[in-house]
């Protein structure tokens, strides 16, 4: 196998965002809601502070536990992203589309507005 080097920045854009739509994004909710509660409290300061409590056992709380971490859901989101890149090549433009809005996401938070 050999990746080149742009193959490789796409792959790495493509994984990044990928692995932060799993983890962060609202679209992607109803995938974390079989294996998350969120809980909101105050704090000392009288704030509202909303955080994830893992549910379940065994499985479900291993798969919760997994879809909280960005660095755990990073390895998997960067396995599928990388062996559908060499097997499936039909996917190659969606991993394209992910790289951009990966790539944008990025430069949004280096750069952002106002």
Same mark, same amino acid.
């Given at each position: 196998m050999s990746i080149n080097w742009m193959d490789f920045i796409l792959l790495v854009l493509a994984s990044?965002?990928?692995? *932060? $739509? #799993?983890?962060?994004?609202s679209i992607t909710e109803w995938i974390?809601?079989?294996?998350?509660? !969120?809980?909101?409290?105050? *704090?000392? /300061? =009288? +704030?509202? +502070?909303?955080f994830i409590e893992i549910k379940g056992k065994g499985l479900q709380a291993f798969i919760g536990e997994l879809l909280s971490c960005h660095w755990c859901t990073g390895v998997?989101? /960067?396995?599928?992203? %990388? %062996?559908?890149?060499?097997? $499936?090549? &039909? #996917? &190659?433009? %969606?991993? !394209? !589309?992910?790289? !951009? /809005? =990966?790539?944008? /996401? $990025? %430069?949004?938070s280096i750069f952002p507005r106002g």
């Open positions: 990044y965002r990928v692995t *932060n $739509l #799993l983890v962060y994004d974390r809601s079989p294996f998350h509660r !969120i809980v909101v409290k105050e *704090n000392d /300061s =009288g +704030e509202q +502070e909303e998997w989101a /960067s396995a599928l992203v %990388l %062996l559908t890149f060499m097997y $499936l090549p &039909i #996917l &190659i433009p %969606l991993w !394209i !589309i992910f790289a !951009i /809005s =990966g790539g944008a /996401s $990025l %430069l949004m």
